[in-house]
């Protein structure tokens, strides 16, 4: 079964097998970020989640940072993947890089359609957390699957650079 869940932040058991993921995670794979690539246990607990807590409520985020929610995609007991979804958008994530979703997955599950399926899951919690008619998403060039599992979701591309596609998803019909 495949869920699509926000971090866990009271279980240990839950949060053992997040920070494994979180520590696995490679550090800058295909545009997807992860600066807590080889954390260990303590850290963590004492500076990662504390941290998810602080881009989830948006308190004390340093200037120009917006508030974000992470998302594991699960599947059965394992996890497969990470969606970052940001509700609100300064003019860098909306212009430049970032969009209101980023996702990474994990090597061993890649070319099953969990991406796809993931991303979808995604727009669903994006769609009820803006008022955004559409939601923007960057990739890099370099990587045709992850435009493939975007155009699955209904984007197209609307502005390209050398290293990126600039696309957008529609998320509610027009009234």
């Known amino acids: 079964m495949l869920e699509l869940k926000e971090f866990e932040l009271k279980d240990e058991a839950v949060l053992r097998k997040e920070w494994e993921f979180i520590r696995d995670l490679p550090e800058n794979e295909n545009g997807f970020t992860n600066a807590a690539h080889g954390i260990g246990w303590d850290e963590f607990l004492g500076k990662y989640i504390p941290r998810r807590i602080q881009f989830l409520t948006g308190e004390s985020l340093e200037e120009g940072l917006v508030r974000q929610a992470d998302y594991l995609l699960w599947a059965d007991d394992a996890i497969a993947g990470i969606f970052r979804i940001r509700a609100e958008l300064n003019d860098f994530l909306r212009n430049v890089d970032g969009g209101h979703i980023g996702y990474g997955i994990k090597r061993e599950f890649r070319g099953k359609g969990l ?42 591309i609307f502005c390209e650079t050398d290293e990126n596609f600039s696309v957008r998803i529609p998320l509610r019909r027009a009234t």
């Open 115 to 156: 991406a796809t399926y993931g991303l979808r899951l995604a727009l669903a919690v994006l769609q009820e957390k803006t008022s955004d008619k559409e939601a923007i998403l960057f990739c890099r060039k370099d990587n045709p699957a992850s435009l493939r599992v975007m155009q699955k979701n209904g984007a197209r």
